[in-house]
């Protein structure tokens, strides 16, 4: 029996491999004409970060979007990135940059299978329906295989799925695990329902929070598709101007990825705005999955009681549920979710690193890790807000 033989290639430009071949391997399932599971993987997502500039020359994310072929059909592919530092990813290896360079060795650039400046998770190696295990071997392999030729430190795989990351921990990559806080649906009906599920006293919070929030002097609105105008963009570039600028030293994303956001991504997102008058005055951004509602982005202009919450965790498990979706991902970080009716889980990523010596050091570390996550979110999902007992009915 003959060997298939897989050819590998790499692009600087997704344009290069197209969209009906990218999405093909990325959301076969809107074959049905539904919405993706995740929006991030789509062409139109990524394509808007390169062609916005947020990604690219300047950036310290040089794509290098990988193809896989048999017989010069492309079964599988994979956001690969160049990377001049370790910003933007929420997989913090900091402390391993500064190790691996005070002994002497270069870490940057490394490679990077990722979604840019996205914390959620979804897969990495995107392939055509029955090409799963072929195609994560060969995408796994020729980028394991790029990094060394080329001399580089490291190829990292960040927020992959369970299965993934389970498949690469047996073809040799480091298996590194850790948490996030997520809203998961009980079939709760409504707000109300969900309400109902927590303990008197978180319940008595929540509704104090959210009657503090929806005093704040304006309306709440939600808007997608073909109602968001662009003095929306406007009016959420000063918010996400500000946090990031906060938070990130400089924003992330380009003016110009919220224009390229408007032309082709406005059916994947929903804007939930908070308005005095006409004056959009906070907001928080959100990408819709087929079964998740994704928090991406939030900022204000003016400082309300609990706004923030609001806009960003409860307005999403209401619109949520009003529409079908299991789970909101609120973005990385942030115990305070827990309160809200955000539970912690486990995250993954797949890490290589070229330095032989220096990989036995991390995937001891990893190990250790590995457990100091388990065990936080099992403490974790204890001190959670739901009742305890069915008495707990105040």
Not at 71 to 97: C, M, R, T
Not at 353 to 366: C, N, P, Q
């Amino acid at each position: 029996m003959t060997a298939t033989t897989i050819e590998l290639t790499a692009h600087p430009s997704i344009d290069e491999i197209g969209a009906d071949v990218w999405d093909a391997c990325a959301c076969p399932e809107t074959a049905d004409g539904g919405r993706p599971r995740d929006p991030f993987t789509t062409f139109r997502f990524l394509s808007a970060l390169e062609r916005s500039g947020s990604v690219g020359p300047g950036t310290g994310w040089q794509p290098q979007y990988l193809a896989a072929r048999i017989d010069g059909q492309i079964i599988a592919v994979a956001p690969l990135y160049a990377k001049g530092h370790s910003q933007g990813e929420y997989v913090f290896d900091h402390n391993w940059a500064h190790a691996y360079e005070r002994a002497g060795n270069r870490y940057y650039p490394k490679l990077q299978i990722a979604v840019p400046f996205t914390p959620a998770t979804g897969r990495r190696f995107l392939t055509l329906p029955g090409f799963e295990e072929t195609g994560r071997n060969a995408l796994i392999q020729g980028a394991t295989r790029i990094a060394a030729d080329n001399g580089l430190s490291s190829l990292h795989v960040t927020f992959c799925t369970a299965d993934e990351a389970a498949q690469g921990a047996q073809m040799g990559l480091m298996h590194r695990t850790g948490q996030q806080f997520h809203w998961i649906d009980e079939e709760y009906g409504d707000f109300a329902g969900f309400l109902s599920s927590l303990s008197s006293r978180k319940r008595k919070t929540l509704r104090k929070e959210r009657e503090a929030a929806q005093n704040f002097g304006g309306t709440i609105v939600h808007l997608t598709g073909d109602a968001i105008r662009p003095a929306h963009w406007d009016a959420f570039w000063r918010f996400y101007q500000d946090t990031g600028a906060r938070k990130w030293g400089r924003p992330y994303l380009t003016r110009a990825f919220f224009q390229a956001a408007h032309e082709t991504l406005r059916d994947d997102i929903l804007l939930v705005l908070a308005m005095d008058g006409d004056r959009p005055v906070a907001g928080a951004m959100n990408l819709i999955g087929r079964d998740t509602l994704y928090g991406r982005y939030w900022g204000c202009v003016e400082d309300h009681p609990f706004l923030h919450f609001e806009l960003c965790y409860y307005q999403a498990i209401d619109w949520a549920l009003a529409h079908g979706l299991t789970r909101v991902e609120a973005g990385a970080q942030g115990e305070h979710k827990l309160a809200r009716g955000y539970l912690p889980v486990q995250t993954h990523s797949l890490h290589w690193i070229a330095d032989a010596g220096f990989a036995r050091a991390v995937s001891a570390y990893l190990e250790a890790e590995r457990r100091a996550v388990d065990d936080e979110i099992e403490v974790l999902t204890a001190y959670g807000p739901f009742r305890k007992t069915q008495g707990d009915a105040g």
